[in-house]
């Protein structure tokens, strides 16, 4: 990802709880994977039981929706813009969990109609509705009969937040969203939440940056398995040469884990940002998380030291810091980052910018 781009991606959700982007395959594991990380969130909260089941309830549905919505035709039109979005994110004072998908515009009348009378029902009527299309069918021919869309509308007791935008005469976005706010929180009037959430800028900085998977959060043992396993699945349906995915691999578990020891640890919690996308015929890695002040000096010479290097040379330090003493974390090159500069295909990208007396902000890029 370019640093603007990613600078910019950084400052909207840098205050974040959590939170998860994701592009490519849409399938019941992604989905089970993508709860696991939401109740990841929820581990050091006060929220209860109630809200938890609400939240992977509508991760489920919005991701469901992708799939029961998205036009075949324009999918294969705008590839290979074409790919479905979703995103959640977990913020202090609630939580936005959004779908992003194409769809004909022949469909657009059709869904806004049925949006706009959900959100004009009170939960008596939307029980009712529930009911009927349970019992009779009909509404929707794309899968649930339109169930989805009223159970969401119910679950989070607010109004489903939608838009459309046309890209072509046959194809446009449609985004749905459901914004989950505290259990005793009242429903605000007026409020543009899609604006609020930031969705569609988000996408739309995804998305031309080909951004896979991106996460934002606490790094730790909890997280780091599920993502790996969205990881390792995108990658393998876009790639079959088994050497690319077990090079991509063993650089993302070097630099999570790189997170996840070395970062700045704050109220109990080590955050960074991590991204991973499409570049040419390769994969790009960017990743940034804190790091303590006194930590810098040593990691930049560290990381210029091993930039000047050629493979040969990467390759021979590689063998005399295996031969050497275990050092201390953070006191030079480790294995594991010397490895995976050997396995970048162009010069990896660094900065460091100080946030305060006490840590900077590392970022990382390196293409394999």
């Known amino acids: 990802m370019k640093w603007m781009d990613f600078e910019e991606f950084y400052r909207i959700i840098r205050n974040d709880n959590q939170s998860l982007f994701y592009c490519g395959d849409f399938s019941d594991e992604i989905t089970i994977r993508l709860i696991d990380l939401s109740e990841l969130a929820f581990s050091d909260t006060g929220e209860g039981t109630n809200i938890r089941k609400k939240v992977s309830f509508l991760i489920a549905e919005c991701f469901q929706n992708v799939i029961r919505h998205t036009s075949l035709d324009c999918r294969i039109e705008m590839q290979p813009g074409g790919r479905g979005f979703f995103m959640t994110r977990n913020l202090k004072d609630g939580h936005y969990i959004v ?21 004009n029902m009170g939960k008596n009527e939307l029980k009712e509705l ?32 939608a838009a459309f935008h046309k ?35 988000i996408n739309e900085l995804l998305r031309e940056n080909k951004v896979l998977v991106a996460y934002q959060g606490d790094f730790c043992q909890e997280s780091i398995l599920p993502l790996l396993t969205m990881i390792d699945r995108n990658i393998a349906i876009r790639n079959s040469e088994k050497a690319t995915i077990k090079n991509l691999h063993h650089t993302l578990v070097e630099i999570l884990q790189n997170i996840m020891h070395h970062g700045y640890v704050q109220d109990g919690k080590t955050e960074g940002l991590f991204a991973i996308g499409i ?10 998380n804190f790091i303590s002040n006194e930590k810098v000096p040593v990691l930049r010479d560290s990381l210029e030291q091993l930039v000047s290097m050629d493979i040969d040379g990467l390759r ?13 974390p953070g006191a030079g090159a480790g294995l594991g980052l010397i490895d ?29």
Request: glycine content about 8%; hydrophobic content about 35%; proline content about 2%.
């Open 130 to 161: 529930y009911l009927k299309v349970l019992e009779t069918g009909g509404i929707s021919s794309k899968g649930g009969a339109g169930l989805g869309l009223i159970e969401m509308a119910r679950k989070s007791d607010r109004k489903l937040d």
């Open 279 to 288: 570049v040419r015929d390769s994969h790009y890695i960017d990743a940034a």
């Open 167 to 201: 890209i072509n005469k046959q194809c446009a976005d449609f985004y749905l969203q459901v914004y989950l706010g505290k259990e005793d929180e009242q429903e605000s009037p007026g409020i543009d939440n899609l604006e609020r959430s930031c969705a569609v800028k």
């Open 316 to 328: 021979e330090f590689y063998k005399k810091v295996l031969k050497e003493v275990p050092r201390s």
């Open 99 to 119: 779908s992003g998908n194409l769809i004909h515009v022949d469909d657009i009348e059709n869904l806004q109609s049925r949006i706009s009378n959900i959100n």
């Open 340 to 368: 995976i500069m050997r396995l970048s295909r162009e010069r990896p990208v660094f900065r460091f910018e100080q946030e305060d007396e006490g840590k900077t902000l590392f970022y990382f890029n390196i293409i394999i």
